[in-house]
């Protein structure tokens, strides 16, 4: 999120980061966005009976911003299908996988076991199915001999924000087209 925020500002893009919102009241990002003036909500998870009242409430707090755009950061929660519906093409999250490969949790662990010699990270739109969206951007990184889940996820951290910064700015600046299950990405985005 800071990384997008960051190139937001510093590259001069033709929008605005209108707020950040968490289902964590303790989510650095939090804090982070408060001090450069951008608005800041929390709806905690924890406080609804289901996953669909939290949704629910999770949407009528982002539709008060009226955004463009929704950019899941950190953002580690399976959203209902009806809440993917209503942000369908102007959704978009991170995965430190090369998608298909790896979906879920502990990917960087599931590329070690698997003995893979390339990983990385994707940006991609949401879907209902829990990362399988329409590829916008990848980045891969070497697997390299001894290396850790942790030296692993250093080297594509790293990547995650070159290309999630990249990605949204090209959203923005409307060099992005979802043709069904395909990104189209204009011959001029930098």
């Known amino acids: 999120m800071q990384a997008i925020v960051q190139a937001a500002r510093n590259e001069q893009w033709p929008a605005e980061i209108v707020a950040v919102i968490s289902n964590k009241a303790d989510a650095s990002g939090l804090d982070y966005a408060a001090g450069l003036g951008i608005a800041t909500a929390v709806v905690a998870n924890k406080d609804f009976s289901s996953r669909e009242a939290f949704d629910q409430a999770l949407q009528q707090q982002i539709d008060q911003f009226a955004p463009d755009l929704v950019v899941l950061a950190g953002f580690m929660r399976i959203l209902t299908t009806s809440f993917v519906a209503h942000y369908a093409g102007r959704m978009v999250n991170i995965h430190p996988s090369l998608l298909p490969s790896f979906t879920g949790l502990a990917t960087h662990r599931q590329a070690l076991t698997a003995g893979v010699k390339i990983h990385g990270t994707t940006v991609h739109f949401v879907t ?20 850790s889940e942790e030296s692993l996820a250093e080297r594509v951290l790293v990547e995650e924000h070159v290309i999630y910064p990249r990605a949204v700015r090209w959203f923005v600046e409307g060099k992005l087209t979802l043709d069904g299950d395909l990104v189209h990405i204009a011959k001029d985005a930098a």
């Open 128 to 147: 209902p199915e829990l990362d399988h969206g329409p590829i916008i951007a990848q980045a891969a990184v070497p697997v390299l001999p001894g290396d």
